[in-house]
T-cell receptor
Framework: ETGVTQSPTHLIKTRGQQVTLRCSSQ?????VSWYQQALGQGPQFIFQ???????GRGNFPPRFSGLQFPNYSSELNVNALELDDSALYLC?????????????FGPGTRLTVL | GQQLNQSPQSMFIQEGEDVSMNCTSS?????WLWYKQDPGEGPVLLIA?????ELTSNGRLTAQFGITRKDSFLNISASIPSDVGIYFC????????????????FGQGTILTVHP
């Protein structure tokens, strides 16, 4: 069974640029959630994708957007990057079979905005 | 809102000691999850609890879902150096209609240091 994978591992961008992060869900999982984790804090929910549609959103501005593909993989896009966007971005997958609240996380993408 | 308060914030223990940490909320949760996170990596799910009063073990780890559904406890027995890391409790936030949409709320974390 393949776990959740994310790419890239690390990324450095400058303020105002755009970034795309990628996630492949654990095999058998059809739901993907994205979280932002600032240094020293717990993860904060950004949004969830189910059946290729956004299925719930946290307190993040519209410049955070996403996609889910038919194979359940997902992308997180962030436009007009700000310094405060520097964080570890985590993707988590889950399934209806085991419950969408029981989420399994990937290793994360470390984004640094200069 | 549905906030999770985790304690203690940090623990320094000797190898072989038992560890206990807890998580409380002012709101009821229907699921409690415990994760461990190593520096620079994603959280790893340790134990999931789904029913009030449930007691579940995973090796040296034992977690309990509080009867009031507003708290949960994680115990680690006979700690070893690889237990070092940050332990998070988490539960699904629900909107006014009771739907979670997969929004997990996390506690602030307990930083565990184990001295050999």
């Amino acid at each position: 069974e393949t776990g959740v994978t994310q790419s890239p591992t690390h990324l450095i961008k400058t303020r105002g640029q755009q970034v795309t992060l990628r996630c492949s869900s654990q095999s058998g999982h059809n739901t993907v959630s994205w979280y932002q984790q600032a240094l020293g804090q717990g993860p904060q929910f950004i949004f969830q994708y189910y059946r290729e549609e956004e299925n719930g959103r946290g307190n993040f501005p519209p410049r955070f957007s996403g996609l889910q593909f038919p194979n359940y993989s997902s992308e997180l896009n962030v436009n007009a990057l700000e310094l405060d966007d520097s964080a570890l971005y985590l993707c988590a997958s889950s399934s209806e079979r085991t419950g969408t609240d029981t989420q399994y996380f990937g290793p994360g993408t470390r984004l640094t905005v200069l | 809102g549905q906030q999770l308060n985790q304690s203690p914030q940090s623990m320094f223990i000797q190898e072989g000691e038992d560890v206990s940490m807890n998580c409380t909320s002012s709101s009821i949760f229907n699921t409690w999850l415990w994760y461990k996170q190593d520096p620079g990596e994603g959280p790893v799910l340790l134990i999931a609890l789904y029913k009030a009063g449930e007691l579940t073990s995973n090796g040296r780890l034992t977690a309990q879902f509080g009867i009031t559904r507003k708290d949960s406890f994680l115990n680690i027995s006979a700690s070893i150096p690889s237990d070092v890391g940050i332990y998070f409790c988490a539960g699904p936030r629900r909107d006014a209609g009771g739907t979670s949409y997969g929004k997990l709320t996390f506690g602030q974390g307990t930083i565990l240091t184990v001295h050999p």
